[in-house]
């Protein structure tokens, strides 16, 4: 194996990590506000809503690309070179990937656009753009053509 591919993967699972990490500070902060009398909304300095906002483009990116690349009903390519002969331990480390940035997602959308839509501007506008790349990832790996 190359060792730019091993880079890569260090590298977006870094990415990974500050984006899960990032939101859930952000969803547990917006919890806490929602239990605490007086306490309307939450209001994120401009540095953590930039590396936010980069980040997630930079991981959600990822996702939509490789679904892309994908033959609908196989596990996602990473090494499009091997087609589905990826080893086991490749496709379970794209699906811990997947996995991750889903629930990541899943839970700016809920509970920022569906529980607590008013505390967090930011995390709202990360739930509703997640599911939108979220719906284009589907679009991309189902082949689904809309005309």
């Known amino acids: ?15 990974l990590a500050l ?6 500070h952000i969803i547990i902060k917006v919890i806490k506000c929602s239990g605490v009398p ?8 401009s540095g953590l809503i ?4 980069t980040v997630s483009g930079l991981v959600s990116a990822l996702v939509v690309s490789r679904m892309t690349i994908t033959t609908p009903g196989s596990d996602p390519s990473v090494f499009r070179q091997l087609g ?16 991750i ?20 501007k930011s ?4 739930g509703t753009t997640w599911l939108g790349l979220a ?10 053509d809309t005309k």
């Open 19 to 24: 984006y899960t990490g990032l939101i859930v």
């Open 135 to 144: 719906v284009a990832a589907g679009y991309a790996y189902f082949n689904i």
């Open 1 to 15: 194996m190359k060792y730019n591919y091993i880079i890569g993967g260090m590298l977006a699972y870094i990415l």
């Open 101 to 120: 940035w889903t629930f990541t997602g899943l839970g700016a959308l809920v509970v920022g656009v569906i529980i607590f839509p008013d505390i967090c």
């Open 84 to 99: 589905n002969n990826q080893p086991l331990i490749v496709n379970f480390i794209v699906w811990c990937y997947l996995v």
């Open 50 to 53: 930039y590396v936010l906002t």
């Open 38 to 45: 007086g306490c309307e909304t939450i209001v994120l300095h």
């Open 123 to 126: 995390l709202s506008d990360i």
